[in-house]
């Protein structure tokens, strides 16, 4: 089995785009708030600096955050005076840094509960469960890549939100992008508009640039332009990734997702998101019981450090919304494209939880 160190090697080898790795005894993630002009590596020599970069959004995304956590409680871990006792408290801290993303809080619990039950020591157990952990999620990344990508038309235009993708996710292609990617790969000619993701600009940022890097071809957007392409008939599919979803199939996403499926099941056209087992929230009924997190109002006041309006002038920054089942075409998922009634259909993953 590979250690932490071997598993970077050879995922390097594999040209993945890693949002975090280890390498040579230290924890190392890129700055995304620096792309998509700069590749700026930030050395995370501390808990604290781990726990600031997650919430400055240095490093952001479901997927990337839950491996934020699998490597902070091995960080922790690697303390001599380190037990099962302070590492919860690591775990709670961890967990506070971002509500609304479900991975974060369920890698964290997984590993501790593997810890508690492993006779290994607590560092040995750590590395190798987040070994585990990272592996996991590639695969599922590669499986609901392929099973997404049948959905896909050569021809089609896609429509993605905000970035979920490789350095969101474990480095192949996040969820929605692991679609994109692997239709791309299969020879089909596709299309991507990208929108650009009020107000961190996820989209412009770091959904094109990641394309770009890959050569698909894509388009960026401003948010409100999407259903009038829709209308115009550009676009034929949207994919999204998801930061939560519910035991009905309710999708918690980006803000601005609700919006793109409202427009989408006016104009008929297939809205789906991609997900995996350690997204669904099965103790959620439904999307509006989760927690919905509201950042910093005066990010909606700037674009990147530049005011665009009056310091007086009230705003509000909810970061996600919630899009009922019954406007999601399809969830895509490692195990197949689930369909409506999501309530018992979603039961398929919960082994998995
Ligand atoms: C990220 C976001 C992405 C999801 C889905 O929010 O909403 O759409 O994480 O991506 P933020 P994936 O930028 O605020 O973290 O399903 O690939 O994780």
Not at 30 to 48: C, N, T
Not at 132 to 146: D, P, S
Not at 173 to 190: E, F, P, T
């Amino acid at each position: 089995m590979d250690t932490l160190t071997t598993l970077t090697k050879r995922w390097r080898s594999e040209q993945l785009m890693l949002p975090i790795w280890w390498e040579e005894g230290n924890l190392y993630l890129l700055d995304q708030r620096a792309f998509p002009f700069k590749k700026e590596v930030i050395h995370v020599s501390s808990l604290g600096i781990l726990e600031s970069a997650i919430r400055t959004m240095q490093i952001r995304g479901s997927g990337a955050i839950g491996l934020c956590g699998a490597y902070g409680l091995y960080l922790a871990s690697r303390d001599e005076e380190c037990t099962l006792s302070s590492l919860s408290e690591v775990a709670q801290v961890l967990i506070s840094t971002r509500p609304t993303a479900i991975n974060l809080s369920k890698t964290i619990h997984e590993i501790l509960k593997f810890c508690e039950k492993s006779d290994l020591s607590l560092q040995e157990a750590i590395e190798q469960i987040v070994v585990i952990v990272l592996e996991r999620q590639l695969t599922f990344e590669r499986t609901l890549g392929a099973y997404g990508a049948s959905l896909i038309d050569d021809g089609d235009s896609v429509l993605t939100h905000c970035h979920s993708g490789a350095y969101a996710g474990s480095g192949y292609g996040g969820r929605a992008l692991s679609v994109i990617r692997a239709a791309w790969d299969m020879g089909k000619k596709i299309h991507v508009y990208v929108s650009e993701t009020r107000p961190y600009l996820q989209g412009a940022r770091i959904t094109a640039f990641e394309l770009g890097q890959l050569g698909i071809p894509c388009t960026l957007i401003t948010d409100s332009s999407a259903a009038f392409l829709m209308q115009q008939g550009k676009i034929q599919k949207i994919v999204v990734g998801s930061d939560r979803v519910a035991g009905n199939g309710d999708l918690v996403n980006k803000i601005g997702t609700y919006m793109h499926a409202l427009s989408a099941n006016y104009h008929g056209i297939p809205f789906y998101t991609a997900t995996s087992s350690h997204t669904i929230d099965f103790t959620l009924q439904d999307g509006l019981g989760c927690p919905i997190e509201y950042r910093d109002a005066n990010e909606v006041k700037q674009i990147r450090g530049v005011p665009i309006a009056l310091d007086e002038t009230k705003a509000i920054y909810p970061s996600f919304d919630i899009t009922p089942n019954v406007l999601i075409h399809g969830i895509i998922t490692e195990k197949g494209v689930i369909l409506a009634p999501y309530t018992k259909n979603l039961q398929v993953l919960k082994q998995e939880n």
